[in-house]
Each structure stands twice: as structure tokens, then as C-alpha cells.
């Protein structure tokens, strides 16, 4: 059974300042999304990551995966107030063949 | 391109009653649909998972005869909450994907249900 561990699950931190979240997943998956979610609203998809060794960057966000260490990290780079939400990773869990699985959310609070 | 229609936002109904909740894909033909439940500040939980024309697939835990699961079309499955009661209370969000897991996932704006 595919497992999704983010962490931290929760993070506090300072305009200005960088850092990673982390998403690992216990079983060969080929595909992983990032996806932000405000308070009381939906998902909104940050990022779909296909292949070993891809990154994609939005903004202030940049998301990579390693499919051999089975890991993507989320890194905030000078992070302001309007970043704060709970984000989530999901892995498509491959021997189910169509079905995503997610890990517990990181919320994230930026402070003026 | 890509867009989920669920409806309604939010809705809320007496405990005992019946609560219908519809996504719609609009501009694609959304061949599998998953039902997610969510409780407060926790992560999304898979209900069930249908194909348009089959019988859904429930999670392990979830009752099919409480979480009613239509997919009738290709654009639009439906999740009737039946005999409703407030330990129901959640925000459920629907999502679609296409043929071909290139397309990824799409999800709906989710909706507030409040059991009372």
C-alpha cells in the first residue's frame, strides 16, 4: 500500500526567509503533484512532476523530484504573507492505476 | 481548459434528511471521478472512486449505502448523502480525469456540508 509522508506538517517562518518541504512515498510511483490549499476552498495544482530528476518553478516556488529516493521537496525561496496556506503532495499509487494518494499537508504560515 | 463544476458550496440540512451533491466536468469527458471527504485541518480522504457506467468503488470504511454514488455520464457524477447526520458534517471535493493519466486531475470547489 502506497504511503505519502510530508513534513513538516506544520511550519512557521519569516517573510524573507527560504525553506523545504518534504514529501516522501514508500512505492515506485512515476508521477507527483503539489497542490495549495486556502482556508475553507479547494485544491489549487501547484505542480505535476513526471519524471526522475524534474523541477518546476512558479514564482517563488520550485518543486523537484527524485524517483529513486522516492522524494520531492518544495522549496520557498523569500517567502511573503501571501504564500500562507496548507499544501499538500499526492502520489499516483501506480498498482491501483488510477488513484492519488496524499500526504497529511504542510500548513504554513509566513509573518510579517 | 480543464474545469470542475460541483454544486452546491455549501448546504445545510437536518439530521435524517437526504443531500445531493453534483459534479459537473465542462470541458472534458471525465471517464474516472473520486469523492474526497475532509475534516478540519486534516488531508483529503478517497471515498470512492467511479467509472462512468459502473458501479462505484468505495474505500474500505466508507458505507455504500450512506454515500450514494452516481456516474451516469461522462460529464457528471453525482453523491447523495443519505439519511444525513451531523457526525456527516464535512467538506466533500470531488475530482475527473481523463483517458490517459497524462491529463492528471481536476478538482471541484468542494462543498460545506453542515448536518444539523
Known amino acids: 500500500e502506497l504511503k505519502v509522508e510530508q513534513n513538516p506538517l506544520f511550519l512557521s517562518m519569516q517573510e524573507g526567509k527560504n525553506y523545504t518541504i518534504y514529501c516522501n512515498y514508500s512505492t515506485t510511483s512515476d508521477r507527483l503533484y503539489w497542490y495549495r490549499q486556502d482556508p475553507g476552498k479547494s485544491l489549487e495544482s501547484l505542480f505535476v512532476l513526471l519524471s526522475n530528476g524534474a523541477v518546476k518553478q512558479e514564482g517563488r516556488l520550485m518543486a523537484s523530484l527524485d524517483t529513486k529516493a522516492r522524494l520531492s521537496t518544495l522549496h520557498i525561496t523569500a517567502a511573503v504573507h501571501d504564500l500562507s496556506a496548507t499544501y499538500f503532495c499526492?502520489?499516483?499509487?501506480?498498482?491501483?492505476?488510477?488513484?492519488?494518494?496524499f500526504g497529511a499537508g504542510t500548513i504554513l504560515r509566513v509573518k510579517s | 481548459g480543464a474545469v470542475v463544476s460541483q454544486h452546491p458550496s455549501w448546504v445545510i440540512c437536518k439530521s435524517g434528511t437526504s443531500v445531493k451533491i453534483e459534479c459537473r466536468s465542462l470541458?472534458?469527458?471525465?471517464?474516472?471521478m473520486f469523492w474526497y471527504r475532509q475534516f478540519p485541518k486534516q488531508s483529503l480522504m478517497l471515498m470512492a472512486t467511479?467509472?462512468?457506467?459502473?458501479?462505484?468503488?468505495?474505500e474500505q470504511g466508507v458505507e455504500k449505502d450512506k454515500f450514494l454514488i452516481n456516474h451516469a455520464s461522462l460529464t457528471l457524477s453525482t453523491l447523495t448523502v443519505t439519511s444525513a447526520h451531523p457526525e456527516d458534517s464535512s467538506f466533500y471535493i470531488c475530482?475527473?480525469?481523463?483517458?490517459?493519466?497524462?491529463?492528471?486531475?481536476?478538482f471541484g470547489s468542494g462543498t460545506r456540508l453542515t448536518v444539523v
Open positions: 499526492a502520489v499516483d499509487d501506480m498498482e491501483y492505476g488510477n488513484k492519488l494518494v
Open positions: 470541458d472534458f469527458q471525465a471517464t474516472t
Open positions: 475530482s475527473a480525469s481523463r483517458q490517459g493519466r497524462v491529463y492528471g486531475y481536476t
Open positions: 467511479s467509472n462512468e457506467g459502473s458501479k462505484a468503488t468505495y
